[in-house]
């Protein structure tokens, strides 16, 4: 079992600023979101509850006790909220380490919580005296004891920190592989790469020359998912596939043909679509995602990531060719930060895409009545195009990751004029997906983006053939203005 | 976040219903179509009034402006005895032809909804938007 953390950086900012030893230890709770599959856990903090001085029974420089009233209020409100929770407090020394007597009394209570309470996940953060360090531990309920957490990630605006428990500090070794990189970036930036998991959906030709990029440069945690099988068709641009690799699915390929260039990966291939829910689950528990698709799942990854507050970097290529004369060769790399409040919906690039989310009668309707253009048209494609945009786009992560400038909203890249441009972050109002209060940093409680079924006329269809199926609005469900005044507060 | 969007909805049906002072019928499980039971025309159609049926983006993709569909009960007739524009009173291109609906090819420009039925765009907008398409002469 592996838990991991991920905050929105002013919300980590707020905590830290909240949580820091003023002459007495403070407590804080945490009330977070949470990612889930297959035993590994995703939590993102979404309040923070810090204990007033009429919370401790008894507060010292070395010491604390919590009232129970204020204990059994937060517990209900996480109930209620659907939220797990960590408790956080502060030591007054530096660096941060747990003491055997927070060891005995987070592990009492946490057991305690744990048998009086169904399906709530429990973790725990110390800080230093400076707010500086960090140290984290969970309660695994299969073992029922304290586990060191895997990670925690602050994603800013303009960087990206990720802070390891104590004793993951002491464990670094480095490959000969990795000596010129470690040249270039330094050998902190090649363990932050061993440590990120990194997701590439899309493994055609952008998503193949990017995973072998970040395979070569260190990353040694990758899942790569599409659902396709590898067509002499796309032999023209596929790094590293053959006529040999006809008819294998490209994200087996390419896990297989990295595997063979580097030791030591931890690739994990998905052969199915992005739209699958459990795959879609897979990736809300990566820390970066690249999207190299060049379809509506793009709106679906856009939506993924700002929930789990995953970097998400956007990678696409395009050839206009009209009467065999290019008129445009190129590509552009969107760079979407969460918290930055501008995403790939609010943008509104790839609105066009979105007709790919309606139902098949309805899709086919769009394209015969013309709203549609070029649907199902294979694009011009060419190899060392797609290889540019995946190092742009690379380079982007780099930057961010690394603290080296803040990624620009949009690269662009112009081959006919050998030009890059670049566009400063935008914020714009009002984007469901990007703003705080919308489905940012709400993990699993945002519904996943599919597409649908023919099912939905249908359904329609019997509701409207049984006209006491849908339901006349009835008073009782009008808001109150004491409701109205919470919403809009 | 299912109640908010739930909220969110019945939110707009009550704004849709008050403004428009008619009473608003709505798929309760899925939120995937409403009905004005009167929903007003512009003064160049007869009758004054008529049902308007919205199929609506549902839970999971309240922000795809593309989900809408518009149609209106298809006894409706222009005053001046000219045909209606981008109306398809049969079943090609109309999945709810036999249950006596038009479907109007009209799209949606502008949408951008917010979890607070305050901010961004709301229900009642699209209903503007499209009334205003049939009020174009």
Request: hydrophobic content about 40%.
């Amino acid at each position: 079992m592996k838990l991991k953390i991920t905050f929105l950086g002013k919300k980590f900012e707020e905590l830290r600023e909240k949580i820091k030893f003023n002459e007495k230890e403070k407590f804080a709770f945490l009330l977070c979101n949470r990612s889930e599959f297959n035993s590994r856990i995703k939590l993102i903090p979404d309040k923070i509850i810090l204990a007033k001085n009429s919370d401790y029974s008894a507060v010292s420089a070395g010491f604390y006790q919590l009232k129970r009233t204020f204990v059994k209020k937060v517990i209900t409100q996480a109930l209620e909220e659907e939220k797990d929770i960590i408790q956080v407090h502060s030591h007054p020394f530096n660096p941060a380490k747990y003491s055997s007597v927070d060891r005995n009394s987070e592990l009492e209570f946490m057991n305690y919580l744990f048998e009086k309470i169904e399906n709530m996940y429990h973790a725990s953060i110390v800080f230093s005296k400076d707010a500086q360090t960090l140290d984290s531990w969970f309660f695994n309920p299969k073992t029922r004891n304290l586990q060191k957490t895997e990670k925690i990630l602050v994603v800013y605006p303009e960087k990206f920190v990720l802070y390891l428990p104590q004793e993951e500090k002491e464990n670094v070794s480095f490959s000969q592989i990795q000596d010129r990189t470690i040249r270039a970036f330094g050998k902190q930036a090649v363990k932050i790469f061993s440590k990120i998991d990194v997701g590439i959906i899309g493994a055609s030709g952008i998503g193949g020359p990017l995973a072998e990029i970040l395979a070569r440069t260190g990353f040694k945690n990758l899942i790569i998912c599409d659902p396709d099988k590898i067509e002499l068709s796309n032999l023209n641009r596929l790094q590293g596939a053959g006529i040999k690799d006809e008819n294998k699915n490209k994200a087996i390929f390419y896990k297989n043909y990295l595997d063979s260039l580097i030791p030591n990966l931890n690739i994990k291939a998905i052969p199915k679509s992005f739209f699958l829910p459990e795959v879609q689950m897979q990736f809300a528990l990566v820390d970066i995602i690249f999207s190299c698709v060049d379809s509506g799942a793009v709106h679906s990854i856009n939506r993924l990531a700002l929930a789990n507050l995953c970097p998400l970097f956007v990678l696409n290529s395009g050839i206009n060719v009209e009467n065999e004369k290019i008129n445009f060769i190129g590509g552009h790399i969107y760079s979407v930060i969460p918290g930055n409040n501008v995403c790939i919906n609010c943008l509104g690039v790839f609105d066009h895409l979105l007709y790919q989310f309606l139902n098949p009668s309805a899709q086919q309707r769009e394209i015969q009545q013309g709203y549609v253009q070029g649907a199902n048209l294979p694009e011009p494609q060419v190899y060392f195009l797609n290889s540019i945009i995946a190092s742009l786009g690379f380079w982007q992560m780099i930057k961010y990751i690394l603290g080296i400038k803040q990624p620009e909203l949009k690269i662009y890249y112009n081959a006919l004029q050998n030009k890059i441009v670049s566009s400063e972050i935008e914020e714009t109002k009002g984007c469901l997906v990007c703003k705080d209060s919308g489905f940012l940093a709400q993990a699993n409680k945002v519904p996943l983006l599919i597409p649908e079924t023919n099912q939905i006329y249908q359904k329609i269809l019997n509701s409207l053939e049984n006209e006491n199926s849908g339901i006349i609005l009835p008073k009782e469900i009008i808001p109150t203005q004491k409701e109205q005044k919470n919403e809009s507060s | 976040m299912k109640e908010r969007i739930i909220y969110w909805y019945l939110t707009n049906f009550k704004l849709i219903s008050t403004v428009l002072n008619s009473p608003v019928i709505y798929d309760q499980e899925r939120f995937s179509w409403m009905r004005v039971e009167r929903f007003p025309l512009p003064p160049h159609f007869t009758p004054p009034a008529t049902k308007f049926l919205l199929v609506l983006p549902g839970l999971a993709n309240i922000e795809n402006k593309h989900k809408f569909e518009f149609y209106l009960y298809k006894n409706i007739k222009r005053l001046d005895g000219k045909s209606i524009k981008h109306f398809y009173a049969e079943g090609f291109y109309n999945p709810f032809a036999h249950k006596g609906y038009a479907r109007f090819s009209f799209h949606v420009d502008y949408w951008k909804p917010s979890l607070n039925p305050k901010q961004g765009t709301n229900l009642l907008d699209i209903c503007q938007a499209f009334y205003n398409f049939l009020a174009r002469k």
